[in-house]
């Protein structure tokens, strides 16, 4: 039976940490991935107390520390300024791995390639980097709505790093996998010489009724982790732009912030009948389910949304920007969900318009839940991450 290690920053559990521990929890989960020996191999510093929720997928897990923040390393003989992205990995302080009884190395980011080098490998190893999306991309998206001079010379030298790190990595690693076709297209064009794949992440399909009533009240909701920044900006832009806009026009309706790390300055609208800050929420879907209307005004960001996929496969119909869809398959305009620009008026006669449309709600509901369960599923990744990238190579790709 093949092996394979999976190298992670985080141990992959609970799934809501971030985007990748969910997405490495619902590849090991996965019946494709049965038919391979998986170990795990974590760099945080604790270890989690969670590990015996995969103790039946897996045959070991190690946990290695590495963090600490560290602006340069070397790699291949140079010294190399990390983007701002790796600083929480010091690749110094691991000790060299010994990984030769593996066939397939995967690992779960860009972060873990900090500590490539340190890999003793056979050279027939086949090393996946599961990329997910590009930082490239996300920082040019950033600078075509930044205005501060100061903030777009930064972002466009974190490109540039990534572009320089990357192009570095590609050499080490046996193909490179993104989530999205426009990912894939812009990391081709930028690395000519990567082999690179695209892996279509999965979601959940919720098929449980849920019984959960917030009133008379237009339940508008957007969801993530407050932290990453594009989900930060996002929810400015509803508090600030569209919020104001709904009151104006003397709307019934209440906003629902759905994730963790909610920011601090938050908190005046504790007090709001019309705001609901969640913070983290266990059953995140039930919550999501009972939203009317679901919106996702994201300006920045790259790869592909999985909040836009996790509201689709609950049935929530969506009103959503153009970056937010980048990347997914199978969405139109005016047939599953709405699309809608960067002006806040436009967003809040789109959800007047939509709450009013019961018959397109009810239609968009369908369809987004037909589309999730035909296209993107976590067997289906699995399947795409190895099929695509590892048992062709076997046959001679």
Not at 142 to 170: H, M, P, T, V
Not at 346 to 352: D, E, L
Request: hydrophobic share 40%; proline share 4%.
């Amino acid at each position: 039976m093949k092996k394979v290690l999976i190298i992670t920053q985080l141990f992959p559990f609970p799934p809501h940490i971030n985007g990748e521990t969910s997405t490495l929890f619902h590849l090991i989960k996965s019946n494709y991935v049965k038919n391979f020996v998986v170990d795990i191999l974590y760099l945080e510093n604790e270890r989690n107390d969670s590990e015996n929720a995969l103790a039946g997928e897996t045959a070991r897990i190690y946990n290695s520390p590495a963090t600490r923040k560290e602006i340069l390393m070397w790699l291949d003989g140079k010294v190399v300024f990390k983007p701002r992205g790796l600083w929480n990995i010091r690749s110094k302080s691991i000790k060299n791995l010994d990984v030769r009884e593996y066939d397939y190395i995967i690992l779960g980011s860009l972060v873990e390639t900090c500590i490539i080098e340190k890999l003793i490998k056979r050279d027939d190893t086949i090393i996946i980097l599961f990329a997910a999306d590009s930082p490239i991309l996300r920082y040019y998206t950033k600078n075509k709505n930044e205005k501060n001079l100061l903030n777009r010379i930064y972002n466009g030298l974190q490109s540039l790093l990534w572009k320089n790190y990357k192009k570095a990595i590609n050499k080490y690693v046996t193909k490179v996998a993104y989530v999205s076709e426009k990912d894939s297209e812009i990391a081709k064009k930028s690395f000519p010489e990567a082999k690179v794949i695209t892996a279509r992440i999965g979601v959940e399909e919720y098929a449980e009724p849920y019984d959960v009533n917030f009133g008379d009240a237009i339940n508008i909701g957007f969801s993530g982790i407050m932290t990453y920044e594009p989900n930060h900006d996002a929810v400015e832009y509803i508090l600030n732009k569209i919020a104001p806009l709904l009151e104006k026009h003397g709307l019934n309706y209440r906003i629902h912030i759905i994730g963790k790390n909610p920011d601090e300055k938050w908190k005046h609208y504790l007090n709001n009948e019309k705001i609901v800050i969640t913070g983290f929420i266990d059953n995140i879907e039930a919550y999501i389910a009972s939203m009317d209307i679901y919106i996702s005004p994201l300006l920045t960001g790259s790869g592909m949304k999985n909040k836009i996929l996790q509201a689709l496969s609950i049935g929530v119909p969506i009103i959503a920007s153009q970056v937010s869809v980048d990347g997914i398959e199978g969405l139109e305009p005016g047939y599953n969900y709405l699309l809608c620009d960067d002006v806040p008026e436009n967003w809040c006669n789109q959800i007047i318009s939509l709450y009013n449309d019961t018959k397109k709600r009810q239609e968009f509901s369908n369809r987004g839940k037909e589309l999730i369960h035909n296209d993107y599923s976590w067997e289906r990744f699995a399947r795409d991450l190895f099929s695509t990238s590892i048992l062709s190579l076997e046959e001679g790709d």
